[in-house]
């Protein structure tokens, strides 16, 4: 069901951890993944300088929905650096925080505001559960690691471009409430729709995570010359 837009006034407060957080309407954006944008439609530029101004340096970033105007769960993003270009437009380093499950969404000056709360793993405080959680991301980034070096070379040197290299092992990969780095960093490369990387974003279980990169990383495997 459409969920009706509440508008608020430009006299309250632009921006809190939670309270009228800037959404920018546009692509996946994911923790620990950087996330470059070329900002030129007038409102987004008056929401850049606003978070620029106020001094927070971040908005969240979702995916359209018809119905909503944006989806239900999203990223924090932010700025690490602005270029400003004569005619306006500029273009902005960001780099993803926090992931968010929207609460209420309004409107402000043209662009889209929400409430949201933040999310985070469940952690695993079993000994032996941590145990086989430990083992399954072991075997999803050695997987990883041996899908991403037998790709076709300019597919390859694309990404390393784009998104950097793969993420080193953590040693504690429960030490963020994100979880591990390489989970993102291979949500963001890997070729599937935005819709599925959507419903990975939005887990809050590392092992539910783990378990649909994998299938993904062996889907991909199986295919001839990938």
């Known amino acids: 069901m459409c969920q009706k837009l509440k508008y608020v006034s430009p006299s309250r407060p632009l921006c809190s951890l939670t309270k009228n957080?800037?959404?920018?309407?546009?692509?996946?954006?994911?923790?620990?993944?950087?996330?470059?944008?070329?900002?030129?439609?007038?409102?987004?530029?008056?929401?850049?300088?606003?978070?620029?101004?106020?001094?927070?340096r971040k908005f969240g970033m979702c995916i359209n929905d018809p119905q909503k105007g944006f989806v239900d769960h999203g990223c924090m993003l932010t700025i690490r650096s602005v270029h400003f270009l004569p005619d306006g437009r500029s273009v902005v380093d960001t780099i993803g925080g926090k992931r968010f499950r929207v609460l209420t969404r309004g409107m402000m000056d043209g662009y889209s505001t929400a409430n949201i709360e933040h999310l985070g793993d469940t952690r695993v405080e079993d000994c032996e559960e941590l145990e086989k959680l430990q083992e399954l991301h072991d075997a999803v980034y050695e997987q990883a690691r041996d899908w991403f070096q037998n790709l076709k070379i300019h597919f390859h040197d694309q990404i390393l471009q784009h998104f950097g290299p793969m993420p080193e092992r953590e040693a504690d990969i429960q030490a963020t409430p994100n979880g591990p780095a390489c989970c993102w960093w291979l949500l963001a490369v890997l070729p599937i729709d935005p819709r599925y990387q959507l419903s990975v974003l939005s887990m809050t279980s590392l092992k539910e995570r783990l378990v649909k990169i994998q299938h993904i990383l062996t889907y991909l495997q199986s295919i001839p010359n990938n």
Do not use: K, S
């Open 21 to 56: 957080v800037p959404i920018f309407v546009c692509t996946m954006a994911y923790p620990t993944v950087p996330c470059p944008l070329h900002v030129f439609e007038p409102r987004y530029r008056l929401m850049l300088r606003r978070c620029m101004d106020t001094g927070t």
